[in-house]
């Protein structure tokens, strides 16, 4: 059983900027794919930024050149830094792992003030 416990989210205003935390409960390496996915009201839960064991990143074109997906092996921990954020970005942001199952944390919502 894997766990993921997301941190960071919270109240910004336009323009500001974020870092979630995604701690897994396993050794990163372990798993194959490692993403952060959005859901807002109303709308369907959409890929934010993704990253590989090998480390290749994608992002979805929304977000591409504001945030920032990145990992640290030492801490079993994944970040998204979100910069120059809009309010269009407001959602309850989750954290993924891929393993030979799927694994989702609980969770964290951002919220962006106009």
């Known amino acids: 059983q894997v766990q993921l416990v997301e941190s960071g989210g919270g109240l910004v205003q336009a323009g500001g900027s974020l870092r979630l935390s995604c701690a897994a409960s396993?050794?990163?390496?372990?798993?194959?794919?490692m993403g952060w996915y959005r859901q807002a009201p109303g709308k369907q839960r959409e890929l934010v930024a993704g990253?590989?064991?090998?480390?290749?990143?994608n992002y979805a074109d929304s977000v591409k050149g504001r945030f920032t997906i990145s990992r640290d092996n030492a801490k079993n921990t994944v970040y998204l830094q979100m910069n120059s954020l809009k309010p269009e970005d407001t959602a309850v942001y989750y954290c993924?792992?891929?393993?030979?199952?799927?694994?989702w944390g609980q969770g964290t919502q951002v919220t962006v003030s106009s």
């Open positions: 990253i590989s064991t090998g480390g290749s990143t």
């Open positions: 396993v050794r990163l390496f372990s798993i194959n794919f």
């Open positions: 993924r792992a891929l393993m030979s199952r799927d694994y």
